[in-house]
């Protein structure tokens, strides 16, 4: 195994993130600071504000790292950097790759453009002990986050075929939407999630419809949003209005509160309808594809009922499942340092030259070398 010392820096949404990875597995330092609390009173996160965050925190945190890589006298046999370049927003995405760079081009060192989305996949090979395997290759991987749903086939060689993910809201994102509308902060994902966990065993739940989409891995979600609205309408006594904008709606519920069971019935079928997607879709490429062990990365692999689903699907399917660490599963840059080894290793990425300047996408679809 190659033991390559890579520094690696993620800021494509509202975590700026500094790691130093060896081998691709194992993080020698590791900060993320997170944004939630500065993006929480506007219910999302608002780019020019992400983006200044960056770059205030990220010079702190990367020299925080290489003095802990200093202190183990390990900081000048740094090989790369390895930079998220997409997809994420763009203004955020420039502040990593332009700190990154002009730290490389004072050192010397080249520069790896990293696919924020093969970075949540290869989250799955960082380890926290020595003796922790790798995931087996071939390899079915979903990635939940509040940005991406995405369902890929890895290759033996690292390749990624992208099979499927959602044709609208991302499966974090419809946890947040219905976690506001329930008087959650943001992000309420994990709220939500507390508050279904409330509802009475064996609690009859009336089921949010999924809706199907054309591609058997492909997911949709907004119709979840939409039912769960129309439920909560009824529930809070609103029942005669049509659903109005997201704000209106807020203030609405603002004004007639839901009943405590009112929400806990929408939190549970919400997550209920979200997981059974997810399980289901995952069934089917595993079925598809009986080659195949199971990797998950991204923020909602938090999700007890989703961990639990997706475990008893592996089960289901005498495949091994690969979950990493929660904080491996949130944004972070080891994760970017793991990718970076992978497409090395693999000869599927080149380091680049710093002073050339490293295109950042808003857009980069997984599998493809071109952003489109
Ligand atoms: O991967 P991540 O940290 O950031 C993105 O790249 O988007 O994922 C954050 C998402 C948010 O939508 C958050 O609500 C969701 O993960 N999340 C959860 C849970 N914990 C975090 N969703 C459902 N249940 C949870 N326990
Ligand atoms: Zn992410």
């Known amino acids: 195994m190659s033991e390559r010392l890579l520094l690696a820096i993620e800021s494509s949404c509202d975590e700026s993130a500094v790691a130093l990875i060896r081998g691709g597995r194992e993080v020698i330092a590791e900060r993320v600071a997170s944004q939630t609390a500065i993006h929480a009173p506007f219910g999302g996160v608002i780019p020019e504000v992400a983006a200044r965050a960056h770059h205030e925190w990220l010079p702190r945190l990367l020299n925080e790292v290489l003095q802990e890589a200093e202190g183990l006298g390990i900081a000048s046999t740094i090989e790369g950097v390895a930079l998220t370049t997409g997809p994420g927003l763009v203004g955020s995405l420039l502040v990593g790759a332009g700190i990154g760079s002009a730290w490389a081009w004072a050192r010397g060192l080249p520069v790896l453009p990293v696919n924020h989305l093969e970075g949540h996949l290869r989250a799955a090979w960082l380890r926290e002990a020595a003796d922790v395997d790798a995931p087996t290759l071939p390899a079915i991987g979903l990635v939940v986050s509040g940005g991406h749903t995405l369902l890929v086939r890895i290759e033996r060689d690292g390749t990624v075929q992208r099979l499927g993910g959602t ?9 947040d939407k219905i976690a506001r509308l329930l008087g ?4 309420g994902g994990a709220a939500l999630s507390a508050l279904a966990a409330k509802a009475p065993r064996g609690a009859r739940i009336t089921p949010l419809p999924i809706a199907k989409t054309e591609q058997p891995y492909d997911f949709s979600f907004s119709g979840v949003k939409t039912a769960a609205i129309r439920q909560a309408l009824v529930a809070s006594g609103l029942n005669d209005r049509s659903p109005g904008r997201a704000a209106t709606l807020t203030r609405q519920f603002a ?8 929400a806990i019935a929408i939190a549970a079928a919400t997550e209920q309808a979200i997981v059974g997607a997810l399980r289901a879709g995952v069934q089917r490429a595993l079925r598809a594809n009986p080659d195949c062990s199971l990797i998950v990365g ?16 592996a089960t289901e399917e005498h ?10 599963c949130t944004d972070n840059a080891a994760m970017i340092g793991a990718a970076g080894d992978a497409l090395l290793r693999d000869e599927r990425g080149s380091y680049q030259e710093p002073s050339a300047g490293l295109e950042v996408h808003a857009q980069w679809r997984i599998g493809s070398a071109v952003p489109a």
């Open 167 to 175: 044709i609208d809201d991302a499966a974090g994102e419809a946890f």
């Open 184 to 187: 959650a902060p943001y992000p």
């Open 255 to 262: 004004e007639y509160p839901l009943p405590e069971e009112g």
């Open 298 to 313: 991204g923020g909602v692999a938090a999700n007890g009922p989703l961990r639990s689903a997706l475990a008893s699907v």
């Open 319 to 328: 495949r091994v499942l690969v979950v990493p660490p929660m904080k491996w």
